[in-house]
Every structure is written in C-alpha cells, then in structure tokens.
C-alpha cells in the first residue's frame, strides 16, 4: 500500500506545483525518481512555453495590430536562422512589494542571447512589450548586463532592441539601480566591441541614456520614439502642446536633433538595415575588419570622375556621386542621411574590405562646416579610429559657416570637435581634394598637418585662406581688383603651391583615384600608430 503526498511552494508559479510522488509501504520508503523526473520535464516545458508567449496572445496580437513584431519575431528576422541560443529564459524577479510576490513571467520582459549574422557571432536582447509592458526591474538589467558582459569577454558585437516603457515603478532603486548598471556596460563597452540600438517602440526617460551611449542608432517611423520627458510633462512646465512623434520620434531624431542615425519605415526594414550595417563592422578593436569578395577591381578607370566637377567654382555638386562610384561596387552605407546634409558619412568597401567616408557636400549650404556637421563627422571619425577602419576623406569645403547663430551656438568649441578627432586618429588616413580647400577648413578635414598619411588634390583644387575676390579685397583695399584677382588666382586658386610645399603627395587624374586609394590603403595596412604617454586626452566636449 502506497501514500499520495503533494507538495506545494509558497510562490504562485501555477507549474510549479510539485507532482503526486509515491512512497513504498516496505522499510525501505523508496521514492519513484523516474515519475518525478517525467513530472519535471512536463512542468519545464510548461514554464519554457510560458517564457516564448510572453504577456500571452491577447498582448501578442494587440502588438500586431500597432504594426510592430513581438520580441521574439524581430530577434528571428535579425539573426540567421536557427543561430539564436537563448539565456535566462527562466529567470525572474524577486520582489514582493505592491503585490509583486503574486506576479511571475518567465525571462522577466526581455530576451537575450547570442547568434549569428552572416556568419559571425553577436550579442542580443530584445525588450518584450507584451510583459509588463518591457519595464526594466533588476533581474530584467541583469539579463542585459550577462550578454553584454560577455560580449565584451568574448570580444563581439551587441545589439539591443529596445521597446520599454521604462523603469518597473514597483522595484524601486532597484530598478534605477539596473539602469546604472547598463550604462556602466555601456560606457566599459565603448571602443571595445560595437554597439547598435534599435528602437522599436517607447523609450522614455532615464532608459534613452543607454541607447545614447551606443555607437549607432536605427528607429522605426510612427512606432517608436524617443524622449526625456513626454508630451504632459512638456506641456504642464512650458505650455507646449506636441505629440510623441513630434516631441521624439524618428523623422525628429534623425533630421532636427542629431540623436538617431537611421530611420526606417516599419520593424523588418529597420531589422534589415541593421543586418546591413553589420556586415561593415569588425567584431571587436582586436579583430581587423570584415572582407567581402568582389569581382570590382583597382584598376577600373573612372572617367566620369573628370567630368564631375562643374567650370563654375560657385555651381554645386553632389559629393555623393563620387563617393559611391569610387567605393567598390557603387555601394554606399550612408550614416545620418537627414542631418547636417553638409557633410557625408559612412562605410563602403575598398577591394573588399570596410572603409569609413567622410566628405563635405557642397550641394547643401556649400559644403561649409557647421555646428552640427562637425559634430556629426567626429563623431564618425572616432568610431571609425576605435575600431581599425581607414578614413577616405573627400574635401570640398569653402570655410566654415558665418553668422551670429553659430557664433552664439559655439561654433569654435564645436568645430575644434572634428579638428580633434582627425588629429588624434591614428588608423590609415586617405585624403583627395576634389574643388575647394579654403582657410581653417582645409586643416580640419585630415590635411597633411593633422598626420594624414596620403593627402591628394585633382587639378582643379583651391587650396588657401580664402577665394581670390574675398582675398584681393582685403588685401589691396580696393585697388585694381580685376588685375590682383587673377594673380591671386594664379598662385593659390590651384593644388600647385601645396604640393611645392609637400602639403599633397600627389596631383592626381580624377579617373585615377579609386586606383590610387585601393594601392595606398594596401600600404598603410599595418601601419603602426604614434602615441604619447598619457590617460586620455581632454578634447572639446
């Protein structure tokens, strides 16, 4: 004869009710191992199929009908099939206030793990809006913080999809204490292995600091935004009165303030544009960056190239043709398409391998440097130094911008921002002069004087203080200014008097160039960089 015995927990994990166990009525009292291990396994898999749900159906199809993928689904989109190895999916909180003792979900709003991109290891996690509605706690922080803890020891990059509605009010410090410990991952993290964000739906508050110190963010347009305080708070200090999308969605981050990188138009693009900006970067500092095969050799000949540049030294231009046709392929990752149009950056591929572009376009504003664009180009420049990857730079720059706005904005401190960055970057450095090289400008943007390795002119450069009518009339005050204008012309309105100087390596055919750069970035592949004793430099923050 036997005895039934149930055991319950104290917690209210419904399958995590012990099962019926059965006790022998001999001496011996001999538990049945086997049963108790099938009633196991049936309740993990209960619990592991609670953990994929998440909130539960109802949430997941209320997630649909706003046009966003759950958790779950984008991971499933953004790594390669079958790749995905989850962690924590188990875990949960430990708090017992506000009634928090009777509320359990497994993997606790977030799902985190590793995988692969195209082949090559990553770090992620997803934030599950469906789960109390993606709120940070400490065992949801603690989550993020193993993947990206080891991401850093295993030297690859972390991505994070963010779709929160911030701190779990009902854990108090606790959850402040979570963020706190993100950011620190975040800032430890930094110049060591990449870091990408997505925004996928609400991040508010104090949650938008870890997104803000990651190298690169992507937003979807109409589902996500971004803000330190929302609309009410806004309207009730200052009286304004604007929506979420207005106040801190994408077309906002990523045109008017400078936040957000990449914007796209729904979760599988923004998914799909990550995977692409990927495939440029290096796993970490310690690795060299990724090559592609590509049948685009050094020695195609561009002719276009000569043609480019229009007679008129006022007419504009766009700078973007000639980068993507010297680039391998014509394929060009632009980086912050819709802010500070004035300059250009992102990755393409040289023979195969990543390189960063920086170039002034002088078919907005003319090309002149700004608040924001020096703030948008040494923000490039130090991510592409951080991580090994060689710096194109394609100038065409007529000075920088005049007038009390930027004046009173800090256009000295900010400008000394790009001046820095190229300065103190040690990786390959590769320089052509396309038109226009005038006064500060000319040093700023990887001149010879700022350690550029390579540093090249088409015929037709201006290299100077300024344009020859704006020199000759400060100059002669006046005087013969028809006659004094085409002397300064002749000395300085081309590369000639730079390259006596040895400012430029080389005059070059603009057909030439892809030819050029491909040899010189071979060349300076192992170039070992020069530094000073120091902990760190203090640049123009």
């Not at 410090?173 to 997505?198: H, K, M, T, W």
């Not at 006596?500 to 750069?517: C, E, M, V």
Request: hydrophobic share 40%; with cysteine.
């Amino acid at each position: 004869m036997s005895t039934m015995i149930r055991i319950a927990m104290k917690s209210k994990y419904p399958a995590l009710i012990l099962p019926r166990v059965m006790f022998s009525s001999g001496a011996e009292n001999v538990v049945n191992i086997p049963a108790i291990k099938r009633e196991f396994r049936a309740r993990l898999e209960a619990a592991e199929e609670q953990s994929r749900l998440g909130g539960g159906k109802k949430r997941i199809d209320k997630q649909h009908q706003k046009g966003k993928l759950t958790a779950r689904e984008r991971l499933s989109i953004l790594l390669d099939s079958a790749s995905f190895r989850e962690f924590d999916a188990l875990k949960t909180h430990r708090c017992t206030d506000f009634g928090m003792e009777n509320e359990h979900s497994y993997g606790e709003g977030v799902v985190t793990g590793r995988g692969t991109i195209n082949g090559r290891p990553v770090y992620v996690f997803s934030q599950d809006f469906t789960v109390w509605g993606g709120s940070l706690g400490e065992a949801h922080a603690q989550k993020i913080c193993k993947v990206m803890d080891q991401a850093m020891h295993n030297g690859a990059p972390v991505i994070g999809l963010n779709d929160s509605g911030g701190a779990r009010i009902q854990e108090g410090v606790d959850s402040l204490a979570g963020y706190a410990e993100v950011f620190q991952r975040n800032v430890d993290a930094s110049g060591l292995i990449p870091q990408l964000s997505l925004i996928m739906g609400p991040c508010a508050g104090g949650a938008v600091y870890s997104p803000a110190l990651t190298d690169f963010i992507m937003m979807v347009r109409n589902s996500s935004y971004m803000f330190v305080t929302g609309p009410e708070v806004v309207k009730t200090v200052t009286q304004e009165e604007v929506t979420q999308e207005a106040l801190g969605g994408a077309d906002t981050h990523t045109s008017v303030s400078g936040v957000a990188h990449i914007a796209r138009d729904n979760d599988i693009a923004a998914l799909k544009a990550c995977r692409d900006l990927f495939d440029f970067l290096p796993l970490s500092n310690r690795e060299p960056v990724p090559v592609r095969y590509t049948c685009d050799t050094r020695e195609r000949e561009i002719p276009a190239l000569r043609r480019i540049i229009p007679q008129d030294p006022n007419m504009p231009y766009d700078m973007i043709d000639i980068v993507t046709k010297v680039l391998d392929d014509n394929n060009f990752f632009q980086i912050m398409p819709d802010y500070a149009k004035n300059i250009i950056v992102g990755f393409g591929r040289m023979e195969g391998r990543t390189v960063g572009v920086v170039a002034n376009n002088p078919s907005v504003l003319a090309g002149c440097l700004d608040i924001n664009s020096s703030t948008k180009g040494a923000r490039f420049v130090r991510f592409c130094d951080s991580f090994n990857i060689p710096i194109m730079t394609f100038v065409d720059v007529p000075g920088f911008l005049p007038g009390t706005a930027q004046e009173y904005g800090g256009i000295i401190r900010q400008g000394a921002k790009l001046l820095y960055a190229y300065a103190e970057a040690t990786v390959p450095k590769v320089t052509v002069i396309t038109r226009k090289a005038y006064g500060g400008a000319y040093d700023v943007m990887s001149s010879k004087h700022l350690r550029g390795d390579i540093n090249y002119s088409w015929p037709g450069g201006e290299i100077a203080v300024m344009g020859a009518k704006g020199a000759v009339e400060i100059i002669f005050r006046g005087k013969n200014i028809k006659e004094k204008e085409a002397e300064y012309a002749d000395l300085f309105c081309n590369p000639l008097s730079a390259a006596r100087r040895g400012f430029l390596d080389a005059i070059i055919d603009p057909a030439d160039t892809r030819a050029r750069l491909c040899e010189d970035l071979e060349a300076l592949r192992n170039k070992e960089p020069l530094a000073f004793p120091k902990k760190h430099g203090n640049g123009p923050l």
